[in-house]
């Protein structure tokens, strides 16, 4: 019997995998006002840090050492990778925590949450339709800001080989190689940053809430970071690989620390994503 009223209650066609396509939540997220103005800050940065240079000159060296920006006005590559190693320890956290924070908690703080469980969306199926977004368009943004930079760098400094700050240069094609790998290890350690970001929207209807705690909680990481009193506990920490990259613009890449960083960054992103996905299952959507 109760499995005919169960029967009786779905309505014809119903299929509760087909509820809230990807394509949909794409087109809201990325219509959003936050989502353009983002894209837009990022794609501006490379003109900023093109003045800039213009203004001030070549970079400096100081104490005789040369450092990667000090190569910045040597090519199109060595200016997007400098456009990476300035923005890789906060600015690409913003979207990140922006798009990953905001998704869940910005339905709450709308009341529009639970008409989208009313649909009725499974709660896994939303939930699981706004991260896919909320990464893809987090990635996205990582690889607007290189492309940018690489074609306005082409612009004023030509095409040329990734010149090292250690000496030797890499050719233009493993150059392109090298930094497609940067950006997908910045992309994975930031997988941390988007998990505590997910896992708090889930928490509150305050979308400044849940990106604001992400952000401080990764301004938190650095500094500890910094603290060298702590010792090998820093390893455990996903501030501490955060520019682990920089190992493979070399000309021998070393891999170690970026399988270390990502190893600490996906298992902590695990971790909350699954909270993220086990709290929303059992909580009680008034808003």
């Not at 990807?22 to 087109?27: D, F, I, P, T």
């Not at 938190?220 to 603290?227: C, I």
Request: hydrophobic fraction near 55%.
């Amino acid at each position: 019997m109760s499995t005919v009223t169960e029967n009786a209650a779905v309505a014809s066609g119903y299929r509760a995998g087909r509820t809230l396509p990807l394509r949909v939540e794409l087109v809201r997220q990325f219509k959003r006002r936050r989502t353009l103005v983002m894209g837009g800050i990022l794609a501006v940065l490379p003109f900023v840090l093109l003045i800039a240079f213009a203004i001030g000159g070549q970079p400096g060296r100081e104490n005789g050492q040369v450092t990667l920006l000090d190569t910045a006005t040597a090519s199109g590559a060595n200016f997007a990778a400098v456009n990476l190693f300035v923005s890789a320890g906060f600015l690409l956290v913003i979207p990140v925590a922006l798009f990953c924070g905001d998704t869940v908690a910005s339905e709450a703080g709308w009341s529009s949450l639970r008409y989208l469980l009313a649909a009725p969306v499974p709660r896994a199926r939303l939930l699981w339709s706004k991260l896919v977004v909320a990464l893809g368009l987090s990635l996205a943004a990582m690889i607007l800001l290189p492309l940018v930079a690489l074609a306005v760098g082409t612009a004023a400094y030509g095409w040329g080989p990734l010149q090292i700050p250690t000496g030797g240069a890499l050719d233009t094609a493993t150059a392109g190689q090298r930094l497609a790998v940067v950006v997908a290890y910045i992309f994975l350690s930031q997988l941390v940053t988007a998990g505590l970001a997910f896992w708090l929207s889930t928490k509150t209807d305050a979308p400044l809430g849940a990106v604001g705690g992400a952000v401080g909680l990764t301004i938190v990481g650095n500094v500890l970071d910094a603290v060298t009193a702590l010792g090998h506990w820093r390893d455990f920490l996903p501030a501490h690989w955060q520019f682990a990259w920089a190992d493979a613009v070399q000309p021998h890449p070393e891999w170690s620390g970026m399988i270390q960083g990502t190893a600490v960054s996906v298992t902590y992103a695990l971790v909350l994503f699954a909270l993220a996905f086990r709290g929303f299952a059992r909580k009680d959507v008034v808003s």
